[in-house]
T-cell receptor, first 109, second 115 residues
Framework: GQNIDQPTEMTATEGAIVQINCTYQTSGFNGLFWYQQHAGEAPTFLSYNVLDGLEEKGRFSSFLSRSKGYSYLLLKELQMKDSASYLC??????????FGTGTQLKVEL | GAVVSQHPSWVICKSGTSVKIECRSLDFQATTMFWYRQFPKQSLMLMATSNEGSKATYEQGVEKDKFLINHASLTLSTLTVTSAHPEDSSFYICSAGDRTNYGYTFGSGTRLTVV
């Protein structure tokens, strides 16, 4: 089975940097994804990590440590439009994508 | 890029009726389709995995007779919510396996409200 944990809510200031953590336990691992989801919309792909280390993509970076079952998503230069839910997801056995609890990020002025 | 078209975007139905949700892969063949349900302020919960031409595999706790999944072609999968009740009101999203986005492309979702 799989267990994926994230903080429920986070608040940050416009222009700042925020780190959203994800810890997991899984019996099969084909990669870890981060998605952004605005209310009432489908998730939008942000990043994919399958090897340990940092993947950088513009204002967004994602880190993975497989030995620790740990990942984080780093958002820089926060903008108001970054207020959304951020979902950590694991691709496991059968290529099933299992989502974490999600972190609701609120960006304030 | 890969696109999955999901219809309808929203639907309101009476309790006891059935509702069909369609997901089509427009520019690629989807041998596998995943169906998710999302309640307000919660994450996506995988309901079932469908493979073209075979029976769907349901997650624990999901009633296969209530949530009928058909994946008759490589471009179309459907989810039918039978005898819907208010507690079935939710956001339903499909995801097709493809090589873009590292293997998963999501439909736009269907907001189901049962009254």
């Amino acid at each position: 089975g799989q267990n994926i944990d994230q903080p429920t809510e986070m608040t940050a200031t416009e222009g700042a940097i925020v780190q959203i953590n994800c810890t997991y336990q899984t019996s099969g691992f084909n990669g870890l994804f981060w998605y952004q989801q605005h209310a009432g919309e489908a998730p939008t792909f942000l990043s994919y990590n399958v090897l340990d280390g940092l993947e950088e993509k513009g204002r967004f970076s994602s880190f993975l440590s497989r030995s620790k079952g740990y990942s984080y998503l780093l958002l820089k230069e926060l903008q108001m439009k970054d207020s959304a839910s951020y979902l950590c997801a694991i691709s496991g056995g059968g290529n099933k994508l299992t989502f974490g609890t999600g972190t609701q990020l609120k960006v304030e002025l | 890029g890969a696109v999955v078209s999901q219809h309808p975007s929203w639907v309101i139905c009476k309790s006891g009726t059935s509702v069909k949700i369609e997901c089509r892969s427009l520019d690629f063949q989807a041998t596998t389709m995943f169906w998710y349900r999302q309640f307000p302020k919660q994450s996506l919960m995988l309901m079932a995995t469908s493979n073209e031409g075979s029976k769907a595999t349901y997650e624990q706790g999901v009633e296969k007779d209530k949530f009928l999944i058909n994946h008759a072609s490589l471009t179309l999968s459907t989810l039918t919510v039978t005898s819907a009740h208010p507690e079935d009101s939710s956001f339903y999203i499909c995801s097709a396996g493809d090589r873009t986005n590292y293997g998963y492309t999501f439909g736009s979702g269907t907001r189901l409200t049962v009254v």
